[in-house]
């Protein structure tokens, strides 16, 4: 089986194993089931976790961080981006130095931020924004990088405006790598959230699964990891449809 | 401002198409310096006529086109197309078709053609009936929904030149439209314009590296020469038309790119 449904079928496969071996490792007592509870187990602890207004109000805590940490980062991000690309004496003296920054692992500086912002919404804002924002302006230049001077004479040779410029060369030219830098933006937002909630916080789901670790309660870790999981891939994925739909204009 | 030769005795109405340059050079400014990219260029092509510029690699004939397209300003002298200056692009004026056919991925054949149309804010459905008519004039009816990479190489520069007659300018510029194609395509294609110049009777002002394709397709050939270029040799090809393959083995064929062979030769 090696055609498109082939493929399809032999990864839903994949992921069926895990979850089987996963099972017969739990039930058969070859792991510890207090340490690897079965797949069932989790995933009917998943479901109960889903009806508890306790988790439920963690995710929606959650949620409202790396919503509102992505709607400061991105914009601040595409505009220092594009200033970047734009203006070639900027870009040649920043560019260097955002590559430095981007190496530098982001999570050193949490504690910084607690003792600037305390624990709390703040915080975790500043964290995911903090985690978020490199990887922005890195993407918004090379999406601006990726429109072709081609398109843009051809743009001047037919009298655009410079508004119809932006809207009818720059935009379409950069979507397909502007909805890749929002996908990956969001994993690193989401990455920079929940660590931060989990290191320091009263609420959130990254807060709720750290608790969970701490006092043993593996089921409701095992579910919680999962729940995130899902959401995660499910966003992801999302982005990603749209963007294989105008993959074909990728340089 | 220098006087232009010979202008003055064109009727106002004679010069729609009438594309003029006297005493026209531009300087580039590389770190600091200025290279004289080309030097005291002056020809004038009537309307309607095909006049192909040659020269070697960096003699300024791009330059010189995207000048005349509005693209580019020159240092000194003028430029005249259908009698009045071109300071900015003008795509009511004049059509351009570039080496690469850049047209947009994101738009279909139809919607790359309508693109002109689109910005100066013609109606949907004027612009799609101007775009079907341009497409039908390059031979690509039935072909305006496919988008740019359904497209092959010949196909596409066809888009670019119904692109470029959109607006029925009436000169057309072309930068080497036909370079990226494969030799077969390449004649093809070479045919193919000669047919759609017919048709409208637009001044066509061509690039090209290639001598045969110059001799082939013009009426007259204005050969350049190496930095700085300026003008070396006109020659009038007084081959009938319609131009035939049986031509390029003639004697008038082979006598014409022998001698503008020989210009580019003593300067490569």
Redesign the interface.
Known sequence: MTGALGIKAARIAVVLAVFALWEILSRTGAVNARLLPSASDTLVMLGDLLQRASVRNDLLVTASEVVTAFFVAVPIGALIGFLIAENRYFADVTKPLLFFAFSIPKSIFLPMFILVFGVGFAEKVGFGFFSTIFIVIMSITTAVESV?L??L?????????PM?TAF??YL??M?PVLLEALRISMIFNLTGVILAEMYASRDGIGHQIATWGENFQMKQLLAGVLMIAAIAMAFNELVRSVETR?S??RT | MQPLANVTSLKPAARSGAVQLAGVGQVYKTSGEGVLAVSDVSFEVRPGRFVVLVGPSGCGKSSLLMMM???RHPTSGTILVSGAPIA????NRVG?V?Q?P?L???LTAEENVE??L???GVAKKDRRAKAQEALQLVGLEGFGER?P?ELSGGMKQRVSIARGLVQDPPVLLMDEPFAALDEQTRMTMGDELLRIWAATGKTIVFVTHSLTEAVYLADEVIVMSPRPGRIVDRLEVALPRPRTFEMLSGDVFGGLRDRIWRHIRKSA
């Open positions: 072709k081609d398109h004479t051809v743009a001047r040779s037919y009298g655009a405006t119809q009818r060369v379409p030219s979507l105008c074909h204009w | 397209a509005g693209l900015d692009p003008d795509p351009v570039f690469e850049s947009f991925p994101w693109f002109p689109t910005l100066r988008h990479h």
